[in-house]
């Protein structure tokens, strides 16, 4: 007995592994019928949409997509296909093929490492929109069917900024410092243009109120580090900083603000439940809109922009409500009037008569926004009389050091 | 005073080791019965949770695993990696030598293959470099088996704790180089490794990019089953395992089978991370292994350390695992839900053991003693 059913294990092992190796060439036909398919689909009803996720909702960063995934779909009455805890690796390309295999005329990762298994992917099914949010390649892939996202959130952080602003003031008319002393504190994950871009957008909005404000940085080298963060923070609060804001997803920052009783201008959502006494405003990402576009896209034959990147105007940058009980007198008109202006496009955020480099105002400057591993400066992003940030590709690439922001430390 | 017979309470039942063991097949019946109830078990927790129909969430659960062309492979892709790394702890476990360090030791041979593609990937000709990444990851994780077999065979120090913890190590030292290495810089992910240039991947076979490793696997199966049922080596590991002192009797160099079973065994698991990083994801984390090193030693043990049933069990448990995530995402509920559902399946699993094992002997029911 014991040896019949050796063999047979043996023999079953066998006749899968061969088995399976039998049917490999059938792929092609079935992606072509796809294709026609595809084509097909005349209205949003018959889009299928599929999501890939690096955590699952206990993360608040794929909270925010996947809340705007189920969101959008149920305003057009779809039902999303949502795969969640896809770490960034083979498992990616996987998910995403197997997304196609479901029949899914849409796929979309929300995390950065994701970008290269979607472009593989991208490639091997053509009929199939690929679209990513916060990657930096699709405009130097050169392919149809993959498209990155973003969103001018240094349009929001410019609001916030300006909140900030204002509290300085408040603070220094109540006589509890000079205007000499007006300085800010900013907690940063890494020292890379997304953040850099965030914190100067914010010290510009801040300093437009503010004109004597002064800024220093101090970044913990992750994304999500409670401790780090928070120990960042008390840093930033021992060296003077009046009021903080922060680029990093965990609780830290807020919540050492809370304790020091230090005003704080948050990020991803309100903290105001946990930080009553300090929380100003947040500035948030709203996923909605590019969802709700990029199913209408498919749903009518149209090509989705290769790099889609939409602010305040458009609902894709959002201000949560005002903690009225820390923000100064007059912070909504104020950031009203400046989201009215920022909507018309007679005010930009990165106004280069606004900031200096060195001393000395920009005229010109290369970034790097096509991507490579050693950041080579590769376009002209001064044009008009201001920074074009998120113009030549979705994701941010400002990444200049401007005057009155000292950084303390970087992370890479 | 002394107790009569109809004073002792006899207990409602009392479980007794069978000594000569039952037949195969009555072994079987009991390992079905209990997969069976664990079916059973996990329909009315889905029923409870979700209000699903139970035969909708098994047939969600088989699509899930094998409902595609493409499911089906990478099911085979899974199951042999998961194999491939349950092989490689086996030759310990014969020796009761508790390796649980298998995911260190993949970790560090996936290490030591990627660190072969990024800085030699272009210094030298292709068939020299798969020479020397095959000698690196094997040798990696070998050293990284030996070191707890050293401590051991020289100090009798505890393998399952040492093994452990370089684990810890071996994950922080990827962890750095992911760092050190990471693409684009910042990102703290190597990404794909040579992207464009495809250098120190391993050929796929045909369009199928899983085959050679499923292949790989495959052969190795048959090789650790003739080498641990068949060689003067496995004869050897066996004997080091039943007793440490029979083996010094017959003149079995105990200190050796022990050091040179555990570079055996690193040495495989470092044949794992090579696989896994030149063979399928051309990059390496922290996550590379996936868990896989301890999951490994379940299929090790439910299969009795045989080769041949490991085939099966790692089956049953990647099944679960691919089919347990599909129900998750069909019918929109949290990832836990699936590890909920292969855990009372694994408990079922290991339970079945216990049956066969043990037998439970009622009290016989005579009138006097039931009332007491």
């Not at chain 1, 952080?157 to 109540?174: D, V, W």
């Not at chain 2, 499911?71 to 899974?78: A, D, F, G, K, S």
């Not at chain 2, 050293?150 to 704790?161: I, Y």
Request: a negative charge; one cysteine or more; charged letters at 15%.
């Amino acid at each position: 007995m014991k040896k019949v059913t050796k063999l047979l294990a043996l023999f079953l092992a066998l006749a899968l592994v061969f088995g399976f190796a039998a049917c490999g060439s059938k792929e092609s036909t079935t992606n072509e019928t796809k294709a026609n398919e595809t084509e097909a689909a005349a209205n949003a009803a018959e889009v299928k949409i599929g999501f890939i996720c690096l955590h699952d909702e206990n993360s608040t960063y794929d909270l925010n997509f996947i809340n705007a995934a189920k969101e959008a779909c149920a305003a057009l009455g779809i039902d999303p296909v949502i795969k969640t805890n896809v770490p960034e690796g083979n498992e990616c390309y996987e998910t995403a093929a197997d997304l196609v295999d479901r029949g899914c005329n849409i796929v979309f990762a929300d995390s950065f490492g994701h970008e290269q298994y979607m472009i593989q992917a991208a490639k091997e099914f053509p009929e199939v929109q690929f679209c990513h949010a916060t990657g930096t390649r699709a405009h130097t892939e050169n392919l149809p069917n993959y498209h990155n996202a973003f969103a001018s959130i240094y349009e929001g952080r410019f609001l916030a900024g300006i909140a900030a602003g204002l509290k300085l003031n408040e603070m220094i008319e109540a006589g509890q410092f000079t205007a000499d002393e007006a300085k800010m504190g900013y907690v940063g994950a890494y020292t890379y243009a997304e953040v850099i871009s965030g914190y100067t957008s914010f010290y510009l909005g801040a300093k437009s109120v503010c004109p004597s404000v002064t800024m220093e940085v101090q970044f913990t080298g992750s994304w999500y580090d409670e401790t780090a963060e928070k120990e960042a923070a008390t840093k930033l609060i021992s060296n003077g900083c009046k009021l903080l804001s922060q680029h990093a997803d965990s609780m830290g920052a807020p919540t050492a603000c809370e304790t020091a009783g230090i005003p704080d201008v948050s990020y991803n959502g309100s903290t105001v439940s946990a930080c009553p006494k300090t929380f100003i405003v947040s500035s948030k990402i709203d996923w909605v809109p590019y969802f709700t576009y990029i199913i209408n896209c498919v749903a009518n034959g149209q090509t989705i922009d290769t790099d889609w990147c939409k602010g305040i105007a458009d609902g894709s940058v959002k201000l949560t409500d005002i903690n009225t009980d820390v923000a100064a007198a007059g912070t909504a008109e104020k950031i009203e009037e400046a989201k009215a202006k920022l909507a018309d496009g007679s005010l930009k955020v990165f106004d280069t008569s606004t900031f200096t480099v060195d001393g000395k105002a920009l005229d010109s400057y290369k970034a790097d926004v096509d991507t490579d591993d050693k950041y080579t400066p590769d376009t002209e992003v001064i044009e008009n009389g201001a920074f074009n940030e998120s113009v030549k590709r979705s994701a941010p690439y400002f990444d200049l050091r401007i005057d009155g922001i000292t950084l303390l430390n970087e992370k890479f | 005073m002394a107790k009569t017979e109809k004073q002792k309470q006899e207990p409602l039942f009392h479980i007794v080791k069978r000594i000569i063991g039952i037949p195969t097949w009555q072994a079987w019946l009991i390992r079905i019965a209990s997969v069976a109830a664990a079916l059973l078990v996990c329909a009315v927790v889905t029923v409870m949770l979700t209000g699903e129909n139970p035969l909708n969430v098994y047939k969600t659960m088989i699509e899930g695993a094998i409902g595609t062309e493409r499911r089906i492979w990478n099911l085979m892709q899974n199951v042999a990696m998961l194999l491939c790394v349950s092989l490689a702890v086996t030759p310990a476990f014969r020796m009761r030598f508790w390796n649980i360090g298998a995911e260190g030791q993949v970790l560090i041979g996936g290490l030591a293959t990627a660190s072969c593609m990024i800085l030699l990937g272009n210094r030298l000709p292709t068939p020299l470099l798969f020479v020397v990444m095959f000698a690196a990851s094997l040798i990696a994780g070998a050293v990284w088996g030996l070191i707890p077999a050293f401590f051991k065979a020289q100090w009798n120090t505890n393998e399952t704790l040492f093994t452990l913890m370089m684990n810890y190590i071996a994950i922080q030292i990827v962890s750095y180089f992911s760092y050190i290495w990471s693409n684009p810089k910042g990102s703290g992910a190597i990404g794909v490794i040579n992207l464009n240039t495809q250098v120190g991947w391993l050929p796929t076979i045909g369009s199928q990019k899983y085959l050679l490793n499923i292949l790989v696997v495959a052969a190795l199966t048959v090789f650790m089953f003739i080498y641990l049922r068949f060689s003067k080596h496995g004869y050897e590991i066996a004997v080091v395992g039943e007793s440490e002192n029979t083996a010094r009797y017959i003149g079995i160099n105990v200190r050796r089978v022990i050091i040179r079973t555990m570079l055996f065994s690193g040495a495989l698991c470092g044949l794992a991370g090579l696989l896994l990083v030149s063979g399928t994801d051309h990059t390496i984390s922290r996550a590379t292994a996936g868990g896989r090193g301890f999951t490994a030693i379940m299929v090790s043990w439910l299969a009795k350390f045989n080769p041949l049933y490991m085939i099966l069990t790692s089956f049953i448990l990647v099944f679960l695992q691919k089919g347990a995530s599909e129900i998750s995402t069909q019918f929109g509920l949290n990832d836990a839900f699936s590890e909920i559902i292969t855990g009372i399946i694994i408990f079922f699993i290991i339970g079945s053991e216990f049956f066969i094992n043990y037998s439970i002997r009622f009290r016989e029911s005579k009138k006097g003693v039931q009332a007491k």
